[in-house]
Protein backbone atom coordinates (compact mmCIF):
# COMPACT_ATOMS: atom_id res chain seq x y z
CA UNK A 1 0.00 0.00 0.00
CA UNK A 2 1.68 2.93 -0.77
CA UNK A 3 2.24 5.98 2.07
CA UNK A 4 1.79 9.47 2.50
CA UNK A 5 4.14 11.65 3.64
CA UNK A 6 3.92 14.01 6.11
CA UNK A 7 5.58 17.03 4.31
CA UNK A 8 1.75 17.85 2.81
CA UNK A 9 -1.39 18.17 4.73
CA UNK A 10 -4.45 16.42 3.44
CA UNK A 11 -8.23 16.24 4.48
CA UNK A 12 -10.01 13.47 3.43
CA UNK A 13 -13.22 14.62 2.13
CA UNK A 14 -16.06 12.14 3.05
CA UNK A 15 -17.88 12.59 -0.12
CA UNK A 16 -17.00 9.47 -1.94
CA UNK A 17 -16.98 9.52 -6.10
CA UNK A 18 -17.93 6.70 -7.85
CA UNK A 19 -15.59 4.79 -5.46
CA UNK A 20 -12.57 7.32 -5.43
CA UNK A 21 -11.52 9.71 -2.40
CA UNK A 22 -10.51 13.20 -2.31
CA UNK A 23 -7.51 14.63 -0.83
CA UNK A 24 -6.53 18.28 -0.77
CA UNK A 25 -2.89 18.53 -0.61
CA UNK A 26 -1.81 22.13 0.01
CA UNK A 27 1.22 23.08 -2.50
CA UNK A 28 3.15 25.88 -2.37
CA UNK A 29 0.86 27.60 -4.90
CA UNK A 30 -2.00 26.49 -2.81
CA UNK A 31 -4.32 23.85 -2.47
CA UNK A 32 -5.63 21.25 -4.96
CA UNK A 33 -8.31 18.53 -5.00
CA UNK A 34 -7.04 14.88 -6.18
CA UNK A 35 -9.49 12.33 -6.78
CA UNK A 36 -8.07 8.78 -6.12
CA UNK A 37 -9.77 5.61 -8.01
CA UNK A 38 -8.08 2.37 -7.77
CA UNK A 39 -5.58 0.18 -6.17
CA UNK A 40 -2.42 2.67 -4.80
CA UNK A 41 -0.11 -0.32 -5.56
CA UNK A 42 -0.64 -0.45 -9.16
CA UNK A 43 1.02 2.11 -11.81
CA UNK A 44 -0.56 5.50 -11.10
CA UNK A 45 -1.91 7.56 -14.11
CA UNK A 46 -2.25 11.53 -13.69
CA UNK A 47 -5.06 13.35 -15.31
CA UNK A 48 -5.28 16.82 -15.86
CA UNK A 49 -8.77 18.42 -17.02
CA UNK A 50 -8.99 21.78 -19.62
CA UNK A 51 -10.13 24.71 -18.56
CA UNK A 52 -13.84 25.26 -16.38
CA UNK A 53 -13.32 21.62 -16.35
CA UNK A 54 -12.76 18.86 -13.66
CA UNK A 55 -12.38 15.12 -14.02
CA UNK A 56 -16.09 14.57 -13.51
CA UNK A 57 -17.16 16.93 -16.69
CA UNK A 58 -13.66 16.70 -18.54
CA UNK A 59 -12.93 12.40 -18.49
CA UNK A 60 -16.44 11.29 -17.69
CA UNK A 61 -16.83 10.26 -21.25
CA UNK A 62 -14.17 8.26 -20.69
CA UNK A 63 -14.46 6.70 -17.13
CA UNK A 64 -18.10 5.79 -17.95
CA UNK A 65 -17.44 3.45 -20.92
CA UNK A 66 -17.28 -0.12 -19.43
CA UNK A 67 -14.70 -1.62 -21.36
CA UNK A 68 -12.54 1.80 -21.07
CA UNK A 69 -12.98 1.97 -17.31
CA UNK A 70 -12.40 -1.82 -16.83
CA UNK A 71 -9.07 -1.36 -19.04
CA UNK A 72 -8.02 1.84 -16.75
CA UNK A 73 -8.88 1.09 -13.34
CA UNK A 74 -7.51 -2.97 -13.82
CA UNK A 75 -4.02 -1.48 -14.84
CA UNK A 76 -3.93 1.99 -13.20
CA UNK A 77 -4.70 3.61 -10.11
CA UNK A 78 -5.72 7.29 -11.83
CA UNK A 79 -4.61 10.12 -9.66
CA UNK A 80 -7.14 12.99 -11.21
CA UNK A 81 -5.66 16.47 -10.19
CA UNK A 82 -8.01 19.66 -11.04
CA UNK A 83 -6.82 22.94 -11.28
CA UNK A 84 -7.00 24.75 -8.46
CA UNK A 85 -11.01 25.46 -7.79
CA UNK A 86 -12.12 23.76 -10.29
CA UNK A 87 -13.11 20.83 -8.17
CA UNK A 88 -16.69 19.63 -6.86
CA UNK A 89 -18.46 22.59 -4.26
CA UNK A 90 -15.43 24.41 -4.90
CA UNK A 91 -15.49 28.09 -3.00
CA UNK A 92 -14.38 31.27 -5.04
CA UNK A 93 -10.67 31.83 -4.35
CA UNK A 94 -9.92 35.21 -2.58
CA UNK A 95 -9.04 37.98 -4.97
CA UNK A 96 -5.43 38.65 -2.81
CA UNK A 97 -4.49 35.68 -3.49
CA UNK A 98 -1.69 35.54 -6.38
CA UNK A 99 -2.41 34.34 -9.97
CA UNK A 100 -0.29 30.87 -10.35
CA UNK A 101 1.44 30.91 -13.22
CA UNK A 102 2.02 27.52 -15.76
CA UNK A 103 5.07 26.66 -13.94
CA UNK A 104 3.08 26.96 -10.78
CA UNK A 105 0.48 24.50 -12.00
CA UNK A 106 3.36 22.32 -12.92
CA UNK A 107 5.20 22.44 -9.53
CA UNK A 108 1.76 21.66 -8.22
CA UNK A 109 1.60 17.96 -9.82
CA UNK A 110 5.40 17.40 -8.28
CA UNK A 111 4.07 18.02 -5.31
CA UNK A 112 1.27 15.89 -5.72
CA UNK A 113 3.43 13.32 -6.41
CA UNK A 114 5.45 13.19 -3.67
CA UNK A 115 2.99 13.70 -1.33
CA UNK A 116 1.55 10.36 -2.26
CA UNK A 117 5.04 9.03 -2.57
CA UNK A 118 4.81 8.19 -6.10
CA UNK A 119 7.75 7.67 -8.75
CA UNK A 120 6.91 7.60 -12.22
CA UNK A 121 3.81 7.92 -13.54
CA UNK A 122 1.62 8.17 -16.66
CA UNK A 123 0.02 11.21 -17.50
CA UNK A 124 -3.20 12.04 -19.55
CA UNK A 125 -4.46 15.28 -20.03
CA UNK A 126 -6.99 17.43 -22.22
CA UNK A 127 -6.34 20.97 -23.60
CA UNK A 128 -5.21 23.51 -21.41
CA UNK A 129 -4.54 20.25 -19.05
CA UNK A 130 -2.40 18.83 -21.70
CA UNK A 131 0.17 21.50 -21.94
CA UNK A 132 0.31 21.48 -17.91
CA UNK A 133 1.66 17.85 -18.14
CA UNK A 134 3.92 18.70 -21.07
CA UNK A 135 5.02 21.52 -19.03
CA UNK A 136 5.46 19.47 -16.11
CA UNK A 137 7.14 16.63 -18.20
CA UNK A 138 9.55 18.72 -19.35
CA UNK A 139 10.99 20.00 -16.36
CA UNK A 140 10.29 16.95 -14.39
CA UNK A 141 11.66 14.42 -17.01
CA UNK A 142 12.26 11.20 -14.54
CA UNK A 143 9.11 11.50 -13.43
CA UNK A 144 6.78 10.21 -16.37
CA UNK A 145 6.90 7.39 -18.42
CA UNK A 146 4.20 8.29 -20.80
CA UNK A 147 1.85 10.83 -21.91
CA UNK A 148 -1.46 10.41 -23.52
CA UNK A 149 -2.69 14.15 -24.97
CA UNK A 150 -6.07 15.60 -26.13
CA UNK A 151 -6.07 18.57 -28.56
CA UNK A 152 -2.34 19.44 -26.95
CA UNK A 153 -1.58 23.23 -26.99
CA UNK A 154 2.83 23.49 -27.12
CA UNK A 155 2.54 27.02 -28.93
CA UNK A 156 1.79 30.30 -26.94
CA UNK A 157 -1.85 31.60 -28.03
CA UNK A 158 -2.31 32.92 -31.31
CA UNK A 159 -4.05 36.02 -32.13
CA UNK A 160 -7.36 33.94 -32.71
CA UNK A 161 -7.04 32.21 -29.19
CA UNK A 162 -5.40 35.74 -27.23
CA UNK A 163 -9.00 37.33 -28.70
CA UNK A 164 -11.50 34.47 -27.33
CA UNK A 165 -9.72 34.46 -24.14
CA UNK A 166 -9.96 38.25 -23.74
CA UNK A 167 -13.84 37.78 -24.53
CA UNK A 168 -13.92 34.94 -22.14
CA UNK A 169 -12.35 36.98 -19.55
CA UNK A 170 -14.09 39.85 -19.60
CA UNK A 171 -17.57 37.43 -19.41
CA UNK A 172 -16.16 36.13 -16.73
CA UNK A 173 -15.26 38.90 -14.82
CA UNK A 174 -18.63 40.80 -15.78
CA UNK A 175 -21.05 38.25 -15.81
CA UNK A 176 -19.87 35.05 -15.13
CA UNK A 177 -20.87 31.40 -16.31
CA UNK A 178 -23.26 33.31 -18.59
CA UNK A 179 -24.88 31.46 -21.78
CA UNK A 180 -22.89 33.40 -23.70
CA UNK A 181 -19.34 32.35 -21.98
CA UNK A 182 -20.93 28.53 -21.92
CA UNK A 183 -21.29 28.39 -25.68
CA UNK A 184 -17.48 29.37 -26.14
CA UNK A 185 -16.58 26.88 -23.71
CA UNK A 186 -18.99 23.89 -25.64
CA UNK A 187 -17.35 25.28 -28.74
CA UNK A 188 -13.79 24.56 -27.64
CA UNK A 189 -14.76 21.43 -25.89
CA UNK A 190 -16.80 19.50 -28.78
CA UNK A 191 -17.20 19.53 -32.47
CA UNK A 192 -20.70 20.90 -33.94
CA UNK A 193 -21.56 17.43 -34.82
CA UNK A 194 -21.88 16.86 -31.05
CA UNK A 195 -22.98 20.24 -30.12
CA UNK A 196 -26.07 19.52 -32.39
CA UNK A 197 -28.10 21.87 -34.52
CA UNK A 198 -31.31 22.34 -35.86
CA UNK A 199 -31.98 18.76 -36.90
CA UNK A 200 -29.67 17.23 -34.88
CA UNK A 201 -29.88 17.33 -31.03
CA UNK A 202 -27.42 18.30 -28.43
CA UNK A 203 -25.61 15.25 -27.04
CA UNK A 204 -26.24 13.92 -23.75
CA UNK A 205 -22.71 14.84 -22.84
CA UNK A 206 -22.86 18.43 -24.03
CA UNK A 207 -26.36 18.64 -22.19
CA UNK A 208 -24.49 17.38 -18.87
CA UNK A 209 -21.51 19.72 -19.26
CA UNK A 210 -23.70 22.74 -19.73
CA UNK A 211 -25.17 21.94 -16.04
CA UNK A 212 -21.60 21.24 -14.61
CA UNK A 213 -20.43 24.11 -15.92
CA UNK A 214 -23.18 25.98 -13.78
CA UNK A 215 -21.29 24.67 -10.66
CA UNK A 216 -17.89 26.27 -11.66
CA UNK A 217 -16.83 30.02 -9.46
CA UNK A 218 -16.53 32.09 -12.28
CA UNK A 219 -13.08 33.53 -10.63
CA UNK A 220 -11.78 30.71 -10.29
CA UNK A 221 -11.95 29.66 -13.81
CA UNK A 222 -10.23 33.21 -14.80
CA UNK A 223 -7.61 32.51 -12.85
CA UNK A 224 -6.61 29.55 -14.77
CA UNK A 225 -7.45 31.11 -17.83
CA UNK A 226 -5.30 34.05 -17.07
CA UNK A 227 -2.61 31.63 -16.46
CA UNK A 228 -3.14 29.51 -19.72
CA UNK A 229 -3.34 32.98 -21.68
CA UNK A 230 0.01 33.91 -20.30
CA UNK A 231 1.81 30.61 -21.60
CA UNK A 232 5.22 30.49 -23.15
CA UNK A 233 5.91 28.74 -26.29
CA UNK A 234 7.52 24.80 -25.30
CA UNK A 235 7.66 23.48 -28.98
CA UNK A 236 11.59 24.23 -28.25
CA UNK A 237 12.01 21.61 -25.93
CA UNK A 238 9.60 18.65 -27.44
CA UNK A 239 12.36 16.86 -28.88
CA UNK A 240 13.82 16.37 -25.81
CA UNK A 241 11.23 14.46 -24.23
CA UNK A 242 11.73 10.67 -24.75
CA UNK A 243 8.97 9.06 -23.06
CA UNK A 244 6.09 7.54 -25.34
CA UNK A 245 3.49 10.24 -26.08
CA UNK A 246 0.07 9.56 -28.05
CA UNK A 247 -1.33 12.68 -29.42
CA UNK A 248 -5.42 12.44 -30.21
CA UNK A 249 -6.85 15.58 -31.87
CA UNK A 250 -10.21 16.02 -34.04
CA UNK A 251 -9.98 17.85 -37.63
CA UNK A 252 -12.40 20.37 -36.08
CA UNK A 253 -10.47 21.28 -33.28
CA UNK A 254 -9.49 24.52 -32.76
CA UNK A 255 -6.37 23.05 -31.65
CA UNK A 256 -5.72 21.23 -34.29
CA UNK A 257 -2.59 23.24 -35.53
CA UNK A 258 -1.15 22.84 -32.45
CA UNK A 259 -1.92 19.42 -31.84
CA UNK A 260 0.00 18.87 -35.23
CA UNK A 261 3.01 21.43 -34.43
CA UNK A 262 3.42 18.96 -31.60
CA UNK A 263 3.79 15.95 -32.92
CA UNK A 264 6.24 17.29 -35.61
CA UNK A 265 8.42 18.05 -33.24
CA UNK A 266 8.42 15.12 -31.05
CA UNK A 267 10.88 12.30 -31.79
CA UNK A 268 9.00 10.11 -33.85
CA UNK A 269 10.99 6.80 -32.44
CA UNK A 270 8.62 7.74 -29.04
CA UNK A 271 5.21 9.32 -30.45
CA UNK A 272 2.12 9.21 -32.55
CA UNK A 273 -0.58 10.65 -34.09
CA UNK A 274 -4.10 9.70 -33.52
CA UNK A 275 -6.31 12.02 -35.69
CA UNK A 276 -9.91 12.10 -35.49
CA UNK A 277 -11.23 12.89 -39.44
CA UNK A 278 -14.98 12.72 -38.80
CA UNK A 279 -18.01 11.74 -36.59
CA UNK A 280 -21.36 10.08 -38.14
CA UNK A 281 -24.66 9.24 -36.69
CA UNK A 282 -26.71 6.23 -36.39
CA UNK A 283 -29.46 6.15 -34.61
CA UNK A 284 -28.18 7.34 -30.94
CA UNK A 285 -25.02 5.83 -30.92
CA UNK A 286 -22.60 8.09 -32.64
CA UNK A 287 -18.79 6.86 -34.08
CA UNK A 288 -15.71 8.71 -34.82
CA UNK A 289 -13.15 7.20 -37.75
CA UNK A 290 -9.51 7.80 -37.34
CA UNK A 291 -6.62 7.88 -39.02
CA UNK A 292 -3.68 6.33 -36.65
CA UNK A 293 -0.25 6.48 -37.58
CA UNK A 294 1.79 4.20 -34.94
CA UNK A 295 4.78 4.11 -36.49
CA UNK A 296 6.03 1.26 -33.90
CA UNK A 297 5.57 3.27 -31.23
CA UNK A 298 3.73 0.99 -28.84
CA UNK A 299 6.82 -1.93 -29.84
CA UNK A 300 8.31 -1.80 -26.51
CA UNK A 301 8.07 -0.42 -22.90
CA UNK A 302 5.30 1.15 -21.14
CA UNK A 303 2.43 0.55 -24.23
CA UNK A 304 3.21 -2.94 -24.32
CA UNK A 305 2.39 -3.86 -20.90
Known amino acids: MAEFSS ?16 HIVRTGSGSVSVIVYGDPDKPALV ?16 FFCPEAAALLLHNFCVYHISPPGHELGASAI ?19 LNYFRLGAVMCMGAMAGAYILTLFTMKYRERVVGLILVSPLCKAPSWTEWLCNKVMSNLLYYYGMCSVLKECLLYRYFSKEVRGNAEVPESDIVE ?4 LLDERQSINVLRFLQAIDRRPDITSGLKKLKCRTLVFVGDNSPFHSDALDMIAKLDRRYSALVEVQRLWFDGDRRAATSNVDFDGVFSDGVWST
Do not use: W
Not at 7 to 22: A, F, N, Q, R
Not at 94 to 112: G, K
Open 208 to 211: ACRR
Open 47 to 62: TYPDLALNHMSCFQGL
Open 94 to 112: CDSNPVPSVDDLADQILEV
Open 7 to 22: DSVCLDVETIYLGGKE
